[in-house]
């Protein structure tokens, strides 16, 4: 049995093309030669709304060194966490393999890379017979250095390096809200699970309960966020007995992270009420984040990645379950940090999970919390509707008359990342399908297509999931959407259909000529050569009940003029009568089939075929 001890205590476009080596050490500009240094700079000034995003699990994209596969540790797969036949853990997928495919994802337009935590993890955790590995990042016991599974800092850094050499941003996925499963109570000792424990209940100055004897005097509470306050909070025992293995009493860093009473220590949460603040997320460790020396360390953990890597932007995960008094003091300091360390754009964006289409709800982490961006959920949804449900539009309506809310509105909505899927929720073919059973390989591959010509093309930026662009397909959610790039052993994985090609996830799946690569390649291109697509207004023009001609006009911010975006959701042609501005006379095409004139002033007719889009652009000064 475990000893155990009891505590009472640029566009795409421009940068095709430019170098593929590695920078020169260091991140500072002036350490560059001349050509790397206007590479940076034009970098660092491209604002968020430019970008075209990549998500990458790094363990489930390329092996390109088998030798840390099994994260330097020795033993079975519940030591090592290595076991590529098992979808729930790790697969081998490292930062030399990233290194190695950059040309594969620059090629698809991407300019900016986001990866899930590369931190190291507790390799192996969960109850008997129903362990995983730390594979995805979320299981953190160093918040200093890259897991062994992965590589080693250096590593890191050449990544950070390659990539800048290309033009192309790095984003990082951090965690502030929990870490990995350590800590216990011996309450729960013997449990899967732990059922939370309640302030009223459990109050902070009561040993077990209301009627214990009292501890932590004169502490008035979490909500008084000051250090003489917290400094009076010493016992972390209040609603259970805290306990430690002995093995695992240093595991963490920074160092602070091993005292207990930087923990809230309650049980787990149930994702409703207090316990989604203040319980464990699925039994991680979950951060007192609102005491102030968890909010400086934090602060002085993640300026430390931009201070010795120079990355460009973090995406945060669960940022719904921490207070907001963290955000609004942890989020201006990183963002200071970036801007004196010469990165004026650096992207934030907070993971607030939400179904349907309700912008209100994220829209409050961005006023009240101050989040400058968020990812776009809605946007995800009212997609799914677009193009799996039979909905004409009026998703987007609902998403899009709603910008003003976000702080800063709509040009605020304009950095938000949007997305069609993710290793969360899983991807939207395997949703589509879901929604439409019975669908053919052939109309699944149209209607995936024209979910990315909607990503690729409406406000937003546009995020795009790794393995979406080779037409995988979910069989559900969280690790049964997240198959490997490189030929995998998972069974599981290797029986799904595939589409837009005859490969299988057996096979290595970076397929530059498929379909979906190659659209949203195209598309990539188009948005980086119009600036109406990357941070034009937009406004919606016709949508509908049922399934039919969506219509959105976006406005070049230089010259005004007008580019016509239109979607046929339906499997029919339909003809229909666009409104457009009363300056617009001609059209060109600058992706699909359009009109050339309009029918009168202020109305084009536009005729479309099934499963079909098309972007149109107004002449200027044309009659």
Excluded at 41 to 65: C, H, K, M, T
Excluded at 205 to 219: Q, R, S, W
Excluded at 292 to 312: M, S
Aim: hydrophobic share 35%; charged share 20%; with cysteine.
């Amino acid at each position: 049995m475990t000893k155990l001890i009891l505590l009472g205590l640029l566009s795409s476009a421009a940068i095709m093309g430019q170098s593929h080596g590695a920078m020169a050490a260091g991140h500072d500009i002036k350490t560059y030669d001349a050509k790397t240094q206007n590479i940076l700079q034009d970098l660092r000034a491209r604002p968020q709304s430019d970008e075209v995003i990549y998500f990458v699990l790094p363990d489930r994209f390329e092996n390109g060194d088998t030798c840390n596969d099994n994260g330097g540790i020795k033993g079975d797969r519940l030591k090592t966490g290595f076991d590529p036949s098992h979808k729930g853990f790790y697969h081998g997928g490292d930062l030399k393999g990233l290194i190695n495919r950059l040309d594969y994802i620059q090629g698809m337009g991407v300019t900016a890379i986001w990866f899930a935590p590369i931190f190291k993890n507790k390799p192996v955790q969960g109850p008997k017979n129903g362990e995983s590995a730390g594979y995805h990042g979320y299981w953190v016991t160093d918040f200093t250095s890259v897991d062994p599974h992965f590589g080693s800092n250096e590593e890191f850094k050449a990544f950070v390096d390659a990539a800048h050499a290309r033009g192309m941003k790095v984003y990082m996925d951090i965690i502030t809200n929990h870490s990995a499963d350590v800590l216990k109570t011996k309450e729960c000792a013997e449990q899967n699970q732990c059922e939370y424990r309640s302030k009223a209940d459990y109050p902070y100055t009561t040993l077990g309960g209301v009627d214990g004897p009292a501890i932590n005097e004169g502490f008035m509470g979490d909500h008084i966020q000051t250090k003489e306050n917290f400094e009076k909070l010493t016992n972390p025992n209040y609603a259970g007995t805290v306990m430690l293995a002995k093995e695992e009493a240093n595991i963490k860093k920074p160092d602070w992270m091993n005292n207990p009473i930087y923990y809230h220590n309650r049980g787990d949460t149930t994702f409703q009420n207090e316990s989604s603040q203040y319980g464990d997320f699925v039994g991680l460790d979950d951060f007192m984040t609102e005491n102030p020396v968890v909010v400086d360390g934090f602060i002085d953990v993640y300026a430390d990645w931009i201070e010795k890597y120079g990355i460009d932007g973090y995406r945060i995960d669960t940022a719904r379950h921490v207070n907001h008094q963290f955000w609004q003091k942890f989020i201006p300091a990183i963002l200071e940090k970036a801007k004196n360390k010469g990165i004026p754009n650096f992207h934030i964006f907070g993971e607030v999970y939400g179904d349907g289409v309700n912008p209100g709800y994220l829209a409050q982490f961005s006023r009240r919390d101050g989040f400058p961006a968020l990812l776009d959920f809605s946007f995800q949804a009212a997609v799914r509707q677009a193009v799996g449900q039979d909905d004409g539009g009026t998703g987007l309506r609902t998403l899009f008359s709603q910008d003003i809310l976000y702080e800063g509105g709509d040009i605020a909505a304009k950095a938000l990342p949007t997305f069609l899927g993710n290793h969360d929720m899983g991807r939207l073919s395997g949703m589509i399908k879901q929604d439409r059973p019975g669908i053919s390989n052939e109309e699944l591959l149209k209607r995936v297509q024209l979910a990315h010509a909607l990503l690729m093309t409406l406000r937003g930026v546009p995020t795009i999931y790794s393995g979406d662009e080779q037409g995988f397909v979910s069989d559900g959610n969280d690790q049964d959407a997240r198959e490997d790039m490189f030929p995998s052993k998972t069974a599981v994985y290797n029986d799904n259909v595939l589409i837009g090609t005859n490969a299988t996830t057996a096979d290595s799946n970076f397929d530059m000529g498929h379909p979906i690569y190659q659209l949203i390649s195209s598309l990539a291109d188009i948005r980086s050569q119009h600036k109406a697509l990357r941070s034009g207004d937009q406004k919606l023009r016709l949508y509908g009940e049922k399934s039919g001609i969506i219509a959105v006009s976006r406005f070049d911010p230089d010259d005004g003029s007008e580019y016509l975006l239109l979607f046929n959701s339906a499997n029919e042609n339909i003809t229909a009568n666009v409104e457009v501005d009363g300056a617009s006379m001609n059209f060109e095409n600058i992706t699909g089939s359009c009109p050339k004139k309009i029918s009168t002033t202020g109305s084009i007719k536009v005729q479309m075929a099934p499963l079909s889009f098309a972007i149109c652009r107004a002449i200027i000064g044309a009659e």
